[in-house]
């Protein structure tokens, strides 16, 4: 025997098994087809069932995990709104604070109120020293036992009282506008 017929045989065999497979597939293939299609409505009946048994069970189950969780998630609320959240608020509150544009409001300066209460005292001082002065000026008639005893004007005393007149009235003024 030549090794040229060994190989021609061995392709000859090879072809055969080729052709044999490939009949045999042809032939499964037809009958997975009814087969396939059995077993997917098989399938789909038993997910139905499945879906059909389960679903109650799950709408079930989540109803008493949601009565649980509910009085829990309300305590945590709680104390997250006692504890957590005025923290939160003043954090919050700081931050607003930094990045807010306008200008700080600042207090309002003391030093033109204390001037102003200054002036105003001092001008009540002025209006009490000349009441003063002039009393001092005309006393009493209790204390004078006769009419003689009061001097008579001199020009000189004359112009005093003409400008303590004039003093009492800027005195007044001033005290006018100072309450003003």
Do not use: C, F
């Amino acid at each position: 025997m030549s090794l040229t017929m060994s190989k021609d045989e061995a392709q000859a065999q090879a072809m055969a098994s080729w052709d044999r497979a490939r009949a045999a597939a042809a032939q499964a293939a037809a009958q997975a087809g009814p087969l396939a299609r059995n077993a997917s409505a098989v399938a789909r009946q038993r997910a139905q069932y499945a879906r059909d048994w389960a679903a109650p069970r799950i709408a079930e189950g989540i109803y008493q995990a949601r009565g649980w969780a509910a009085p829990r998630i309300d305590m945590a609320g709680q104390t997250v709104e006692g504890t957590v959240a005025p923290k939160v608020s003043e954090v919050l509150a700081a931050t607003a604070q930094r990045v807010d544009p306008s200008p700080p409001v600042t207090e309002r300066r003391v030093w033109p109120r204390v001037v102003a209460t200054v002036v105003v005292l001092a001008a009540a001082g002025g209006a009490v020293a000349v009441i003063l002065r002039g009393r001092r000026a005309h006393p009493a008639d209790a204390l004078m036992a006769d009419e003689e005893m009061i001097p008579a004007a001199s020009e000189q005393d004359a112009a005093t009282a003409e400008e303590r007149a004039m003093a009492d009235g800027d005195v007044a003024g001033n005290a006018n506008r100072a309450r003003g």
